[in-house]
């Protein structure tokens, strides 16, 4: 078992081994506990560092199981960032740095015209949702790892680079909350909702257009955003 | 009276008893405490762990209570996870879990065509609101867990499996707040609502059918989230 | 003067006085305190509790005031009432339970169908909003707790229950800010709302209705819940 | 420069000096630390006050800078209003009182008329947003706060005390960002806002109106809450 | 490597070195710790300074960095500008202030116009959103610090300065979902939103314009905030 250190870190005391503390080879950690060239001892003999105490927790909890697992909504993440580049761990600052490439901030919206299912009389006394389409608009890339196989791109006629916006991709099913699930899961939160009837008009409804069905017709439009 | 124990968890001083320490016999605090191998003292004498001194708080209530008991909206589950996995605490892991099967995030949407009520004219001076059915739309099994008996599925044809999506639900009855009360209870939170009224039309209005309530028809569809 | 006492919750350290420990005769501070018998001193000489150490400040808090006083939006209210039983601090749990029973969580919805003045033409250069009557739906008793003397209850029919669910209620008033801030001062928040505009019609108004304030009329509706 | 003095408050340690606790002539620390009557110290030989200790820190930075300076969106006001109480200092209660009058809870509604323009066929490319007026509902005295000049109230006809409601106010400009801003400084967020179109008719449009512009009238309402 | 010190702050302890806390040449603390006259020490020797404890924290960090680095969403800037000031540190004052006037709070509204692709019968099955424009409304200088290169000013008659707020800006693309994203990026979040359909008539579309595009118009207005 190795031998028990004792730290204070800008006025923070933490309890600590020295092969916790070896763990990264390349690091500021490393360099300064393998040969303690360059270390001080605070007056009760811990050894010192001149950094912020708080954001150590996450510096030790790293180096003890090789994993950067922060708090949900954790609000110190660009501070850890450069306590990080301090220390030279080059892992965290990998993970920080991933986790904000593989989920970047953005906006996807969710659109869709509907109605209510009035056909058969006498018989449904129920009348369903009906949806005709979920359109889906928003960067390529970031609808792409969103919705993967259930996204339909075929309509979309620029083939353009991901960075690029579309409002033309659709999805291959009509089950508006499984997108909102999905949308969900990847860290999206519905942001803003709007509704909207459509107008009437003087004409007759065209042949095969049930009037009812039509005159509930309306264009519902979900805005989700990642943070 | 069990004899006092002073710790010392990454730096965090937590005092408790032998005995507490002791509750879980396949735990690894067990394992360490039964036998005291392999147990290192701090230079004041309290038993050290390499661990997260601030997570500790949340293991020995485990301990002192054979309950897990967060705090409402607690933020590091999952860093609690990775420590009870350390701490071989599999009842803390069970918790966790079970309470992610048992209440899964997701989204349902309840929708209604609602009007007012205008018929004995001269009589009613106030209109108040009239709903036909509360519509529910999501998967299956969450439907049901929040609804319960209260859920009408009698019109939907697939009779599939409860990860299935649905949008052929709806309730037995027409309070709309009950149906908010009950997703309110269930942990799902009302994130986006929209509404819309209907396209008007040239032709006269079926027999039977109130102009006024024909003209006050509208779509109101609220989301619910379970995080 | 009483006596000072050094206290160790669970690694927390508290100073307080004996006279302070001993304020609720029935609890388990009494008990222990007041005989000392069965009570363990940890290396420093503090009285020691194998308990949550962050939980026991408004423990104290309690003791010192004779009332509970927690910071708005205390998230470890479940966690409070644990400790609390432990103690047997029924001063505690009946605050707890009371203001659970006084202020419920639920939901009430406020509708209103409404236009604009627009009758003298000329003269009323600014068109403002006209309602007809405030709707409120929700439980009969949660409604009647926030509306009080404001609330017609006239033509709701069913006379049961309190736990009924109505949307029959209205406000003898017609502004509906009031009736928000009534709601906002009980603990409701508005979560969500949707607007709807009317349908129009070939048929001609009916005598004596303007034209313009029908082809305005809007039904407006919030959700408001109470956590 | 005067002498230091240890503190223990409930459990908490704090520093200061002598002349920061007798900065406040009526209060209970001037009275206890003056005379030092009554007090006693710690077996470390500091003086000891029973009450919380955590809020303790407002009281002292009071005493330091003559100044009550909260964090934003503190959430135990209303403890620290029962500690300051305590203290008798009438200082911390004139700011916590004064706040809160001057600042009151409440709502405010904003809503406008609004389509856009069509006018100049041809040359227009872009239709802009025009509003008609932007109407204020609420109560008196805080649209007043909240608009000041602003403000025209005067088709206001019932010239009653501040403590009125009004749905008759509306603002001299037609910027409804301006307002939102005005809204957003005094500490009122938009908590939930609805649109709704208006209705068609057969009726030909009254001459001088544009039929297109007739087409796109809807009514938008934005409701403001302060906590 | 220079000298370790000691520092109870209010009652806080923290641990930095001379040459950290000399590094504002014109601070406080510069002032005090370069000649150490006025300095006093508390019982255990470590130097003594009568303020709040907690944000000492960042102005340490403020000196070991030279760079302000608060947590993401900080709420105590105004408790820390106060700090500042007394410690004479303009570095962290000018970081403040600058913040403050780069990124002034404020109110942008984003609308459109829109409908659905309806044109080519039988072709296209999918009726994608199509909108006209992408209107801005705000404060001038706010819509060119968000939108920069892809606002189009050229139809806003008042070259007036830039507080002055406008409702005839647009941009040259029309997607949506980037306008939310650099929205976004600059710190607003959506606060509201709301839709409406337009109204019927019983005149025919003009020549060129298609019945189902015309019947499905709507416009949706997003209100997006910044604190």
Redesign the interface.
């Known amino acids: ?1 190795s031998e ?1 250190v ?3 870190v ?8 020295f092969e ?1 503390l070896l763990q990264e080879k390349s690091s500021l950690l490393h360099e300064l506990f393998s040969s303690k060239n ?1 270390l ?1 001892k ?2 009760k ?1 811990r050894y ?1 560092l ?5 954001l150590f ?1 996450y510096i ?2 790293f180096l ?2 090789k ?1 950067l ?11 850890l960032q ?1 306590e990080a580049e301090y220390y030279k761990l080059s892992g965290i600052l990998d993970c920080i740095r991933g986790e904000r490439e593989s989920r970047p ?5 969710i ?1 869709y ?1 509907g109605s ?1 299912q009035f056909g058969k009389d006498g018989l ?1 006394d ?4 009906k ?3 979920i ?1 889906v ?3 390529v890339a970031q609808c792409r790892e969103v919705f993967g196989d259930t996204l339909n791109e075929s ?1 979309d006629p620029d083939h353009g680079g991901p960075d690029r ?1 579309t ?2 991709f ?1 999805l291959k099913h009509c ?4 997108a ?2 999905m949308l ?2 990847q860290g999206f ?16 409804p065209k042949p095969g257009v049930d ?1 009812e069905e ?10 989700f ?1 990642r ?1």
């Open positions: 078992m028990i004792e730290l204070n800008g006025g923070v005391h933490y309890t600590t081994t916790t360059g001080v605070d007056s003999g010192f001149d950094r912020d105490g708080v927790r030790l909890d003890r199981d994993q697992n922060l708090p949900e909504g954790f609000r110190e993440k660009q501070r450069k901030p953005g906006c996807i919206t659109g015209r209510f449904a129920v009348k369903f949702r949806l005709s389409r359109l608009c928003g960067r309509r916006y409002s033309r659709f089950f508006i909350e499984q909102f699930d969900h899961e939160r519905l942001a803003g909702s709007c509704g909207s009837g459509t107008a009437g008009s003087a004409a007759e009037a039509n005159r509930w017709n309306h264009y519902n439009e979900f805005v955003i943070d």
